[in-house]
């Protein structure tokens, strides 16, 4: 190059922002396509899905129980809009829980021996890993402790030691022509303290949640670029006032304004470039690592940080547009300047 940048202090300055930029340009777009395959896979998953819960008190005989889940399953099959009615049973009750209790146990209680015998014949409490041996018949399932006693009050709290878990029955349904306030009240008169629950109250939190995250990563990629243009103007205008002299005598000797400018423009490109792939590069090995570590890191969510072909393309066309908007904003500020010292 004609004009001497090699003791210009943006030659340091600029690659370590633009490299900053690029990275959290890499982050932010890998989020905004890992929420947009979660959005896409939770309406998939959860809209035309539904569940009826019904309630199982400690006082009612389990035989009870089981005419409220036909019950409902009756009500469910003569319902215009159901596709599928299918109960849950209490072995995949205990699988769905066991996640969210950590170390607890299963304790399964005959409430008809309460009735019949003595106080050591009234509960039987035996514990089992979570999802683990069926439950004898006549008994319920009931929530307890490792060391949980029902006769200790030591250890029976009278909380979640002697928790209830209801029933359930999962649903599919054809929304468009399924009526959900006409089957909650046929339900209610059907099986009473029985509720429909088609998920999408909480769904539409979580779409809602997903979609701000979304626009708040789409804004820093904004501002990642208004930081970068910046950079570089900024840049620009202090290598032009630092070679003024060289400037002026380019002009003298009929060099024109765009060749001068190209010249500018050549090398914030090549910094910008450097800066770019060194970013880019550092944003692909955080995204591989939580890719390799989201089991553990999100477990439940199902976000996958793992970019598909078209997410790894559009992660990779950010460094070249990155390189691209330097340009141009080298070369618009270049011919701007140029045209006041003329």
Do not use: C
């Amino acid at each position: 190059m004609i004009i001497p940048f090699a003791a210009d202090a943006s030659r340091k300055i600029v690659p370590m922002i633009i490299g900053g930029m690029v990275f959290l340009a890499v982050l932010s777009l890998a989020l905004a396509l890992s929420l947009m395959r979660l959005s896409h896979d939770w309406q998939a998953d959860l809209v035309g899905g539904a569940t009826v819960q019904i309630p199982a008190p400690s006082d009612l005989p389990r035989e009870q129980i089981e005419r409220h889940v036909k019950a409902v399953l009756d009500l469910l099959k003569n319902t215009p809009g159901v596709t599928r009615a299918a109960p849950v049973s209490e072995a995949e009750t205990q699988s769905l829980l066991a996640p969210w209790f950590g170390d607890t146990a299963w304790e399964s209680r005959n409430p008809h021996r309460q009735s019949q015998g003595t106080e050591s014949q009234g509960t039987e409490s035996r514990v089992t890993e979570s999802g683990g041996k069926k439950l004898p018949k006549g008994e319920s399932l009931r929530l307890g402790g490792w060391n949980a006693n029902p006769n200790d009050p030591a250890t029976n709290t009278g909380d979640w030691f002697d928790l209830p878990i209801p029933r359930l029955v999962d649903v599919t349904i054809d929304p468009t022509q399924f009526d959900a306030e006409k089957f909650r009240q046929n339900l209610a008169a059907k099986v009473p303290g029985a509720s429909f629950d088609d998920h999408l109250s909480w769904l539409g939190g979580l779409l809602t949640l997903a979609n701000s995250l979304q626009i708040l990563a789409i804004l820093v990629l904004i501002l990642v670029g208004g930081v970068a243009m910046l950079t570089v103007a900024f840049a620009t205008h202090s290598g032009m006032e630092i070679h003024r002299d060289v400037i002026q005598v380019l002009h003298m000797m009929g060099a024109q304004d765009k060749f001068i400018a190209a010249n500018f423009v050549r090398y914030q490109a090549g910094l910008a470039l450097k800066g770019a792939l060194g970013g880019g590069g550092l944003g692909l090995v955080v995204i591989l690592g939580l890719s390799l570590a989201q089991s553990r890191l999100f477990p439940g969510i199902g976000l996958d940080f793992g970019p598909s072909w078209f997410g790894f393309v559009g992660i990779l066309s950010i460094i070249p547009l990155m390189v691209g908007l330097t340009s141009l904003t080298a070369w618009r500020t270049a011919l701007r300047l140029l045209q006041r010292l003329a």
